[in-house]
């Protein structure tokens, strides 16, 4: 009888790069007294890419539909003001954009759902200024998030090949 000695070390791989990104996260978030690192912590998680060709675009088209989501939405927002037709037109408008005009892939999902909290924030708070201001804050934590996990991940995939080879 012969058995199958190989075992699928790829969900291993992930949690410890996880691990790592999302400790990262926790430690630099309590060092510099940033109290709300969601955003950060999600990005680093939805970034984290073991498979090393990958890694590069993974975090190029998150960062890239984090802005143009939060973007198109603040122009949105400064032409039509707050309200639940901007909402959905945004919604609509967003992803007509990522469809057609900027190619993400299946990124294009992110760029709506950043767009539609900025617009959602602005729609209930009544407010252009707090939906800008909840736009550049998700855009730096998403950005801070995709960048550490993309970093993490490149020395990943290093440590990975070396002992491949």
């Given at each position: 009888?012969e ?7 790829t ?9 790592i ?6 430690l630099?978030?309590w ?10 912590l999600?990005?680093?998680v939805?970034?984290t890419e073991?498979v ?16 143009i989501?939060?973007g198109?939405s603040c ?8 309200g ?7 919604i609509?408008i967003?992803?007509?954009v990522?469809h057609?005009l ?10 709506v ?5 900025v ?9 252009i200024?707090i ?5 550049l804050?998700r855009a730096?934590?998403?950005t801070?998030?995709s ?6 991940s ?8 070396a002992?491949?080879?």
């Open positions: 009888m058995t199958n000695s190989s075992f699928d070390v969900g291993l791989h992930y949690s410890i790069a996880l691990a990104v999302s400790s990262l996260i926790m630099g978030s060092l510099s007294g940033f109290h709300d690192p969601l955003w950060v999600l990005s680093g939805i970034c073991i090393h060709d990958q890694t590069k675009s993974v975090v190029v088209r998150r960062i890239m539909a984090t802005l989501g939060t198109i122009v949105l927002l400064m032409v039509f003001g707050s639940f037709v901007t909402l959905i037109a945004g609509v967003i992803t007509l990522m057609y900027i190619p993400v892939h299946n990124s294009w999902k992110l760029a759902a950043t767009g539609a909290i617009l959602l924030t602005g729609f209930e708070q009544n407010s200024a939906a800008e201001n909840i736009a804050k730096l934590e998403v801070a998030g960048l550490l996990a993309g970093l993490v490149m020395v990943m995939n290093s440590i990975l090949r002992f491949k080879n």
